[in-house]
């Protein structure tokens, strides 16, 4: 391992520890117990699995473009031992994310929603957003509206979909891209912290009937995570209830939003096809967003913005592992 291999994953998890610890004593300061290995065999598995797929994909491409079975195993193992550790990375910012975002009310009690509304009439020059959006979709045949519900109910597929391929990537990549998701999905729930906020639909009750119309998956999932959101409170209030981490409540910024235009921005760098596919995702994931109340129009331009954020640190470091990047991806 060459000596700025050892301190990117010596920094990577090292950081990464750090940063679940703090959210770990945050939780517990702000009332509540949080189990350190939880659910931490899933969370590898969740991310093992489509890793897994991914390299079996990389390998039927290889052969079928003409490379023997070894060539290609030579070239998509290279590297191998850093997939577990990257497995680990994404595990260990997966807890903190999760924990932080479910006991965001505990740990800094202030919303934002009015900030944030305020903040959208600006922008769209006292249009309200959600509000429009709802009326276009209302001024369509109902099977429109159904097609974004499902798309948006899609993001977990799409996301571990997306992280797989780019993970098993050439080792340089890998790591530039690792390196970008930890500052886009870290930051992001740092600034949940910062701004909490719980989005449009549960601050506007005509809002919420709308959605219940309109997007009816999006609609169950809002439901699942308000009563999960009453819990936490409760349990911060002394009552012995339980809570799911993978239900927390959060807007700002729309990290939906944030990492569909990572995976674009991804793709413009590294010049391949799939930034077409990406770059639809980006906006109909926008734009679902905004139309179902998940989200202030601002929450996805502010994770448009901590994309670029991400993507500018991770080419950074394709030019200290992969200094010869822009003559192979001409070159091809």
Not at 159 to 172: N, V
Not at 238 to 266: I, R
Not at 311 to 316: E, K, Q, T
């Amino acid at each position: 391992m060459r000596t700025a291999e050892k301190w990117f994953w010596g920094l990577i998890l090292s950081s990464l520890s750090v940063q679940y610890a703090v959210v770990v004593l945050l939780v517990r300061r702000a009332g509540a117990a949080v189990p350190v290995l939880y659910g931490v065999p899933s969370l590898a598995l969740t991310m093992a699995v489509p890793m897994t797929a991914a390299v079996g994909l990389r390998l039927l491409l290889r052969v079928r473009k003409g490379e023997s079975w070894r060539q290609a195993a030579r070239r998509v193992f290279e590297a191998w031992w850093e997939l577990p550790l990257a497995v680990l990375g994404f595990v260990l910012m997966t807890q903190a994310y999760l924990w932080a975002k479910t006991f965001v009310p505990g740990i800094n009690p202030h919303l934002w929603d009015g900030a944030l509304a305020g903040a959208d009439r600006v922008l769209c020059l006292g249009i309200n957003p959600n509000e429009a959006l709802v009326a276009v979709f209302n001024g369509n045949p109902s099977w429109v509206a159904g097609l974004l519900d499902r798309f948006y109910g899609t993001f977990v597929i799409w996301a571990l979909a997306g992280t797989a391929w780019f993970m098993t990537d050439r080792p340089g990549r890998r790591k530039a891209f690792l390196a970008a998701n930890v500052v886009l999905w870290s930051t992001g729930f740092w600034l949940y912290l910062a701004m909490p906020a719980v989005g449009p639909v549960y601050v506007d009750q005509g809002l919420w009937m709308e959605v219940r119309r309109l997007f009816p998956i999006a609609a169950t999932m809002q439901r699942q995570l308000l009563t999960n959101y009453q819990a936490v409170l409760a349990l911060l209030r002394g009552a012995h209830v339980a809570v799911l981490p993978t239900l927390g409540v959060a807007a700002m910024p729309s990290l939906h939003v944030g990492a569909q235009a990572l995976f674009l921005l991804w793709c413009y760098r590294l010049r391949t096809a799939w930034k077409t596919v990406f770059l639809a995702s980006t906006v109909l994931t926008f734009l679902g967003a905004v139309a179902t109340g998940w989200h202030w129009a601002v929450d996805g331009w502010a994770g448009i913005l901590l994309a670029i954020l991400a993507a500018g640190v991770g080419v950074l470091l394709l030019r200290i592992f992969e200094p010869d990047e822009r003559r192979r991806i001409v070159g091809r």
